[in-house]
Antibody, heavy 122, light 107 residues
Framework: EVQLVEAGGGSVQPGGSLRLSCAASGFIFSSYWMYWVRQAPGKGLVWVSRINNDGSSTSYADSVKGRFTMSRDNAKNTLYLQMNSLRAEDTAVYYC???????????????WGQGTLVTVSS | EIVLTQSPATLSLSPGKRATLSCRASQSVSIYLAWYQQKPGQAPRLLIYDASNRATGIPARFSGSGSGTDFTLTLSSLEPEDFAVYYCQQRSNWPWTFGQGTKVEIK
C-alpha cells in the first residue's frame, strides 16, 4: 500500500524557517517524480514545487522561488521541503504527492499524504 | 501562468441527478487537464487525467471531456459520497495551476 506521511509542520514567526519531510513507503520511491502542493485555510490548491526521480531537477512556483528548496533522499525514501524567510501568506496545509506514472512527470499526482499545517504568525 | 476558471462556483443537486462541471483555460492546454475531488479535512483525490482518462479505481459515473480551453467533468448520477469540492488542474505549462473549485452540495 502506498503511504505518504508528512511531518515538520508547526507555528513559526515571519522570517523563520521550517523543514517539512514526507516519508514514503509501499512503492519504489526512486522511480517517481514527487510534488508539494499547499492549501491555505479555506482556500484552493496551489502547486509549490516538483522534483524528478533522482533529485537532479526541481521547479518552483514564483511565490516560493529563492525561499523554498525541495530535495529528496532516495536511500531514506524521504522527500523534503526546506522553507526559509517564511511569510504570513505561506500559512497553509502542505501536501506531498506522488506522480501516477513510473519515471515520468505526468503532472497528475495519484497519491497524496494527509498534509501538515504550517502557520506563520507573530 | 495559465488561469483556470471553474463554473459554477456552487452546484446544488439531489442524489441521483446529473452534475456537469466546467473548467475554462486562459490559453490552450491541449488535453493536459486533470480533475480532483476533495472532501473536508482530506487530501485531494485524482479522478480524471489527460482530460478523459479515469484514474485507478474511479467509478464509471465520473467522466471527463474537452480539449484546448474548454473542459467538462460529468457525474452521471450523484451518489451521497460525491458531494465535495472539485478542482481542475492543468499540466501543460509550469507552474501548473488549479481552478478555484466547484462545490457540489446536496439540495
Amino acid at each position: 500500500e502506498v503511504q505518504l506521511v508528512e511531518a515538520g509542520g508547526g507555528s513559526v514567526q515571519p522570517g523563520g524557517s521550517l523543514r517539512l519531510s514526507c516519508a514514503a513507503s509501499g512503492f519504489i520511491f526512486s522511480s517517481y517524480w514527487m510534488y508539494w502542493v499547499r492549501q491555505a485555510p479555506g482556500k484552493g490548491l496551489v502547486w509549490v514545487s516538483r522534483i524528478n526521480n533522482d533529485g537532479s531537477s526541481t521547479s518552483y512556483a514564483d511565490s516560493v522561488k529563492g525561499r523554498f528548496t525541495m530535495s529528496r533522499d532516495n536511500a531514506k525514501n524521504t522527500l523534503y521541503l526546506q522553507m526559509n524567510s517564511l511569510r504570513a501568506e505561506d500559512t497553509a496545509v502542505y501536501y506531498c504527492a506522488r506522480d501516477r506514472s513510473y519515471y515520468y512527470d505526468s503532472g497528475s499526482p495519484e497519491y497524496w499524504g494527509q498534509g501538515t499545517l504550517v502557520t506563520v504568525s507573530s | 501562468e495559465i488561469v483556470l476558471t471553474q463554473s459554477p462556483a456552487t452546484l446544488s443537486l439531489s442524489p441521483g441527478k446529473r452534475a456537469t462541471l466546467s473548467c475554462r483555460a486562459s490559453q490552450s492546454v491541449s488535453i493536459y487537464l486533470a480533475w480532483y475531488q476533495q472532501k473536508p479535512g482530506q487530501a485531494p483525490r485524482l479522478l480524471i487525467y489527460d482530460a478523459s482518462n479515469r484514474a485507478t479505481g474511479i467509478p464509471a459515473r465520473f467522466s471527463g471531456s474537452g480539449s484546448g480551453t474548454d473542459f467538462t467533468l460529468t457525474l452521471s448520477s450523484l451518489e451521497p459520497e460525491d458531494f465535495a469540492v472539485y478542482y481542475c488542474q492543468q499540466r501543460s505549462n509550469w507552474p501548473w495551476t488549479f481552478g478555484q473549485g466547484t462545490k457540489v452540495e446536496i439540495k
